[in-house]
């Protein structure tokens, strides 16, 4: 039996900082369906413990690690002790469970592994990140910020703004949470009372958002050099 050494303990707070900062962490919850539709972490893998043996070929196995979750992190220890012996990991399994977790849960029975709708940042943003000169940069449509504060923890200075008034106060609350500051703004970017200020950004970005009308005020947004980065594409202005 594989011992203990081969996955790692891990604290919810940990967790959520490592995927808040683009860290490629497959969240992998081995509790039952009905409990996982009460409450699971966005955009985590539901894998019953019990149906593990039979559909291991689900866990996505890129040599990311592995996050087991469950309710008060005992199925955990059996599930990692299982993933391990099949060769999948690096493996954390998280202590105490999602009793501990306070982070972003949600309702609801999709248990397909989906990246993006982690705390995460888009993972376009993250593979493209050295392509972006440092400095200020601007969020368009922030939406809870998970761009916004993957920026700011990498050193970005970082304004953000977006529609919604309940989006941004929790865009807010993250980045204090996570020490990542971002000034983050309600406003409208179509209708004339949110205008980004020209020539102003050495980075401006712009995910799962589209206003073609924006675009024009979107490129005079930023400095000579400076890169506008939406869902699929880096664009250096000129
Ligand atoms: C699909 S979410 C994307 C959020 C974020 N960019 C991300 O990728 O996680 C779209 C966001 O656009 C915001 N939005 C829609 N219309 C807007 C407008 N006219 N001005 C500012 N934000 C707007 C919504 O409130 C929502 O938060």
């Known amino acids: 039996m594989a011992s203990e050494e081969s996955f790692k303990i891990i604290e919810g707070e ?3 900082r490592k995927l808040a900062m683009g860290e490629p962490i497959v969240v992998l919850d081995v509790r039952t369906e009905t409990e ?7 955009g985590s893998i539901l894998i019953p413990l019990h149906q593990l043996e039979n ?3 689900e866990v996505p196995n890129s040599g990311s690690p592995v996050a087991v979750v469950c309710e008060h992190g005992i199925r955990g220890v059996s599930a990692c002790r299982f993933l391990a012996e099949h060769g999948i990991g690096p493996l ?13 849960t949600e ?16 993972r376009f943003l ?11 940069a601007l969020d368009l449509a ?4 998970r761009n916004a504060i993957y920026l700011a923890t990498r050193g970005f200075d970082v304004d953000a703004v977006d529609v919604s ?3 941004v106060a929790r865009a807010r609350a993250r980045a204090r949470r996570l020490g990542a500051p971002i000034r983050a703004v309600v406003g409208n970017v179509e209708d004339g009372t949110y205008i980004i200020p020209i020539e102003s950004y050495d980075v401006i970005i712009v995910f799962n958002y589209l206003h073609r009308p924006l675009f024009n005020d979107i490129r005079d947004g930023v400095v000579p050099g400076g890169v506008v980065s939406r869902s699929h594409s880096v664009t250096p202005s000129t």
């Open 107 to 122: 309702a609801g029975t999709d248990g397909h592994w989906d990246r993006n709708r982690t705390v995460a940042p888009a």
């Open 55 to 57: 559909r291991l070929g």
């Open 165 to 167: 008034a309940d989006a």
């Open 36 to 42: 996982f539709a009460n409450s699971h972490i966005p």
């Open 14 to 16: 940990e967790l959520y």
């Open 92 to 104: 954390y399994n998280l202590t105490g469970g999602l009793q501990t977790w306070n982070g972003p």
């Open 126 to 136: 993250v593979e493209n990140f050295d392509l972006l000169p440092r400095g200020l």
């Open 142 to 145: 922030t939406g809870e910020g």
